[in-house]
Nanobody, 115 residues
Framework: QVQLVESGGGLVQPGGSLRLSCAAS????????MRWYRQAPGKERELVAS????????SYADSVKGRFTISRDNAKNTVYLQMNSLKLEDTAVYYCYARWMAGYWGQGTQVTVSS
């Protein structure tokens, strides 16, 4: 069955960096558009970044543009989110999402930015 397993979350100080990974299985990863979402306490889930299947073109939410980078490695069935210059407001649970035939979600990984 389809599985998306996120890792790499944790506690980091403002200005720090984290790299999230999402390991996928159970579907044709190279044919799936991949996204990262996040949900902060009391807020709706929001799209952070997405990457296409073909030319690997990426798009970002305005709030993370210039700080976050999404990438994918089709040989490893993994999508990444490099997060730099982290801010307090980046604190959230980050979810991996795959669009392949239907939509699939990972279980999420907590990112906490705090001094």
């Amino acid at each position: 069955q389809v599985q998306l397993v996120e890792s790499g979350g944790g506690l980091v100080q403002p200005g720090g960096s984290l790299r999230l990974s999402c390991a996928a299985s159970g579907f044709t990863f190279s044919s799936a558009a991949m996204r990262w979402y996040r949900q902060a306490p009391g807020k709706e889930r929001e799209l952070v970044a997405s990457i296409s299947t073909t030319d690997y073109s990426a798009s970002y939410a305005d709030s993370v543009k210039g700080r976050f980078t999404i990438s994918r490695d089709n040989a490893k069935n993994t999508v990444y989110l490099q997060m730099n210059s982290l801010k307090l407001e980046d604190t959230a649970v980050y979810y991996c999402y795959a669009r392949w035939m239907a939509g699939y979600w990972g279980q999420g990984t907590q990112v906490t930015v705090s001094s």
